[in-house]
């Protein structure tokens, strides 16, 4: 099973981020704001999680179809925020070709499989399901605040007070980071590429995208190397 099959959709997950809940009080509406679509717009929330950020979007007239790979996920946002949602895997999506007026992709949520392949077809596909002109607000974490965060304790195990273990270590050629957790007695494992500035823009120009705006922040500040937070916002040509 590919890890990330196994590790959204364990119940410790929701213990791990538990924090997320108070964040997207902040998150939410700023990212909203970011994606910018008028009230109406069809978006697709992919990954939907378990719709932390759904009210938000809603808030802004936005229609929004939520897709998940995590039966659990999308359970609990069934139960919570309930909305018209699928489950779904990133590589093929089910859903007609340019029929979706933005693509919102919140919280580090690209860059999970193991080939740049399946990583470009993720972007292909968000490009396929948008109309022309269509929207994809694509939230990253910045590599370079990544690469200090985690090199201050590289490899070290942390103690959380949310009730958990976790070590993080780069790949030994420096893309990647290994993000081992103890959790409720199970072990879980993250393995996500972390790429430049340099190969997001790529990407999303092979997957047919334009980049009109990249921000460092919530608050719309411009990208700078050194944020916490790459945001970009690419129209679909
Ligand atoms: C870090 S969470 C972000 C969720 C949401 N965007 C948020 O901000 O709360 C990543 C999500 O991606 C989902 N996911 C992981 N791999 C996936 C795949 N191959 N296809 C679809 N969803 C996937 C996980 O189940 C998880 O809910």
């Known amino acids: 099973m590919e890890w990330f099959a196994w590790d959204f959709n364990h119940p410790a997950y929701f213990a791990i981020y538990a924090d997320k809940v108070q964040d997207a009080a902040v998150e939410g509406p700023a990212l909203a704001a970011l994606l910018d679509l008028k009230p109406g717009s069809r978006v697709l929330d992919l990954p ?23 039966p659990l996920n999308l359970a609990r946002h069934q139960a919570d925020h309930p909305a018209p949602l699928v489950r779904l895997d990133f590589r093929a999506l089910p859903f007609h070709t340019g029929g979706a007026d933005g693509v919102f992709c919140a919280y580090t949520s690209w860059g999970y499989f193991a080939t740049e392949a399946e990583n470009l ?18 939230d990253l974490a910045g590599r370079t605040y990544l690469r200090s965060l985690v090199a201050q304790g590289e490899a070290d195990w942390l103690e959380y007070p949310e009730g958990y273990q976790e070590r993080a270590q780069w790949s030994p050629d420096g893309r990647r980071i290994f993000t081992e957790r103890l959790c409720q007695g199970a072990a879980f494992r993250h393995d996500i590429w972390i790429p430049t500035d340099a190969e997001i823009r790529a990407f999303l120009d092979e997957a047919g995208f334009v980049v009109a705006r990249a921000y460092g922040g919530l608050d719309g500040r411009p990208w700078a190397e050194a944020e916490d937070r790459w945001i970009y916002r690419a129209f679909k040509q």
């Not at 009210?55 to 936005?62: D, E, I, K, S, W």
């Open 48 to 70: 939907c999680g378990w719709g932390r950020l759904h009210p938000h979007l809603r808030a802004r007239g936005l229609e929004i179809i939520g897709g998940d790979l995590s």
């Open 121 to 138: 077809l993720q972007l292909s596909e968000f490009a396929r399901v948008l109309r022309p002109g269509g929207t994809l607000l694509l």
